[in-house]
């Protein structure tokens, strides 16, 4: 037999790890590949840190409703929260305190607008803080939608260049075409790796979200109402200063 068709017909050692799919895979398929984990990384990242957000947010809106309804003075309660960046149910507590206290130290306001005022501050701030706890929220979505088409990309890319091979080496043998098959499927595997997460994750810190919008919201309905009251009361009487939170 002709030495040549002796090397042509020696079959070729293909490595079937993952990191071997990887290495062997073409050069787009790579990029795809390294793009994929970085995003799945990304992902993770951000899913770790909204959940530790989450929890002392929460923790937070459990201390302050403690201390805000053990009939402490409104205005000691906002003092100690002036020197903080107060977030949660402190900002929202703080901005309508804040628009309080400039309405009755100023002059020539109407103080009948006062608790629409105070409803316009607290809209404002609640919408400021869902903001910041859906910040990055949307890279999530993003990754979760993207990801098995960008894999799905990387993988017809591979299947192009395997097809090509195999016409090129004139060989439709099953371990000819498997190996070069199996590393363009890694780059869908990677993207749904990397997707499937993102998605849950996605959801339920969505539903986390809502739940603390909720919160705020059911807050600032109760301080808008106990506000209104002493403002009717305030009046009344001639003081311009809230006395507790009951």
Same mark, same amino acid.
Not at 69 to 83: A, I, M, T, V
Not at 139 to 152: Q, R
Not at 177 to 192: D, Q, R, S
């Given at each position: 037999?002709?030495?040549?068709?002796?090397? /042509?017909?020696?079959?070729?050692?293909?490595?079937m790890?993952?990191?071997?799919?990887? #290495?062997?895979?073409?050069?787009?398929?790579?990029?795809?590949?390294?793009?994929?984990?970085?995003?799945?990384?990304?992902? #993770?990242?951000?899913?770790?840190?909204? +959940?530790?957000?989450?929890?002392?947010?929460?923790?937070?809106?459990?201390?302050?409703?403690?201390?805000f #309804?053990?009939?402490?003075?409104?205005?000691?309660?906002?003092?100690?929260?002036?020197?903080?960046?107060p977030?949660?149910?402190?900002?929202?507590?703080?901005?309508?305190?804040?628009? #309080?206290?400039?309405?009755?130290?100023?002059?020539?306001?109407?103080? /009948?607008?006062?608790?629409?005022?105070?409803?316009?501050?607290?809209?404002?701030?609640?919408?400021?803080?869902?903001?910041?706890?859906?910040?990055?929220?949307?890279?999530?979505?993003?990754?979760?939608?993207? =990801?098995?088409?960008?894999?799905?990309?990387?993988?017809?890319?591979?299947?192009?260049?395997?097809? +090509?091979?195999i016409?090129?080496?004139?060989?439709?043998?099953?371990?000819?075409?498997?190996? =070069?098959?199996?590393?363009?499927?890694?780059?869908?595997?990677? =993207?749904?790796?990397a997707?499937?997460?993102?998605?849950?994750?996605?959801?339920?810190? /969505?539903?986390?979200?809502g739940?603390? /919008?909720?919160?705020?919201? =059911?807050?600032?309905?109760?301080?808008?109402?106990?506000?209104?009251?002493?403002?009717?009361?305030?009046?009344?009487?001639?003081?311009?200063?809230?006395?507790?939170?009951?």
């Open positions: 037999m002709n030495p040549a068709d002796v090397a /042509q017909a020696a079959p070729v050692v293909h490595d790890s993952l990191f071997g799919l990887f #290495w062997q895979a073409h050069f787009v398929v790579k990029l795809v590949m390294v793009g994929l984990l970085a995003a799945s990384v990304w992902c #993770w990242a951000i899913i770790v840190d909204k +959940t530790l957000l989450y929890t002392r947010t929460k923790r937070a809106m459990d201390r302050f409703e403690e201390v #309804w053990s009939g402490q003075s409104l205005e000691e309660l906002y003092r100690s929260l002036q020197s903080r960046t977030t949660g149910l402190s900002a929202v507590f703080v901005a309508a305190m804040r628009e #309080w206290k400039r309405s009755f130290e100023g002059s020539g306001r109407s103080f /009948q607008s006062l608790p629409q005022r105070i409803d316009k501050v607290l809209d404002v701030t609640i919408q400021r803080e869902v903001e910041r706890l859906n910040a990055r929220l949307t890279v999530l979505a993003s990754i979760g939608s993207a =990801g098995p088409y960008i894999g799905l990309f990387g993988t017809v890319i591979g299947i192009m260049n395997s097809f +090509t091979s016409a090129a080496s004139k060989n439709t043998s099953l371990a000819v075409v498997a190996p =070069g098959i199996a590393e363009a499927l890694f780059a869908t595997a990677i =993207g749904l790796f997707a499937i997460p993102a998605v849950l994750a996605y959801n339920k810190l /969505q539903s986390e979200v739940k603390l /919008q909720s919160r705020l919201e =059911g807050f600032a309905d109760e301080f808008s109402a106990i506000l209104s009251r002493q403002i009717d009361e305030r009046m009344g009487h001639g003081t311009h200063h809230p006395a507790n939170a009951a």
